[in-house]
């Protein structure tokens, strides 16, 4: 049974960097891709990145360019996503998502991460 | 960046209805789209993969068609627990951008 867990919900400061993480449990998580997406309040999905951990190669949304770093730590299968220079219109729920292997869709979601940035 | 433009914003239907949603993109993205579904609350759950394959456990009564830039979802007969916001999302181009949802609401 494929399980991914987020770590818990994060209260930040503006201009500070959050980090979230997401760890699989009941797959190869080598093979996988691991994505990040997040919904701002009442607002719809927004695809910030992807990381293939077996190649160790991330790809981001160009909006995100400069802000975001998505890794992966095969040991204890484990992705993160960073974010820095974090602005209020950065509250939202951050998603992680496994597609099986690089070429799958996101099948299985994590329960989502609260980050709320405010002064 | 691919725009998808999802129609209608809101859907007001009744259980046993049949439900069709459009995803149009900015341009073609052959058949690599996806459509999800998500309740109050809870992660997005994928729907419809390369434009028409059902994942895993999705029940029958959820369809996808479409390639290029026309994309359609169905729900042939609404079950109470279909009544959700549905996205759609493509992955031709970085980034893999997400239309902004339709919500699909009781009459």
């Known amino acids: 049974q494929v399980q991914l867990v987020q770590s818990g919900a994060e209260v930040k400061k503006p201009g500070s960097s959050v980090k979230v993480s997401c760890k699989a449990s009941g797959g190869t998580f080598s093979s996988y891709t691991i994505s990040w997406v997040r919904q701002a309040p009442g607002q719809g999905l927004e695809w910030m990145g992807r990381i293939i951990p077996i190649l160790g190669i991330a790809n981001y949304a160009q909006k995100f360019q400069g802000r975001v770093t998505i890794t992966a730590d095969k040991s204890t299968s484990t992705a993160y996503m960073e974010l820095s220079s974090l602005r209020s219109e950065d509250t939202a729920v951050y998603y992680c998502a496994r597609g099986e292997n690089s070429s799958s869709w996101p099948d299985y979601w994590g329960q989502g991460t609260l980050v709320t940035v405010s002064s | 960046e691919i725009v998808l433009t999802q129609s209608p914003a809101t859907l007001s239907l009744s259980p046993g209805e049949r439900a069709t949603l459009s995803c149009r993109a900015s341009q073609s993205v052959s058949s690599y789209l996806a459509w999800y579904q998500q309740k109050p609350g809870q992660a997005p759950r994928l729907l419809i993969y390369d434009a028409s394959n059902r994942a895993t456990g999705i029940p029958a009564r959820f369809s996808g068609s479409g390639s290029g830039t026309d994309f359609t979802l169905t729900i042939s007969s609404l079950e109470p627990e279909d009544f959700a916001v549905y996205y759609c999302?493509?992955?031709?181009?970085?980034?893999?951008?997400f239309g902004q949802g339709t919500k699909l609401e009781i009459k």
């Open positions: 999302q493509q992955r031709s181009n970085w980034p893999n951008t």
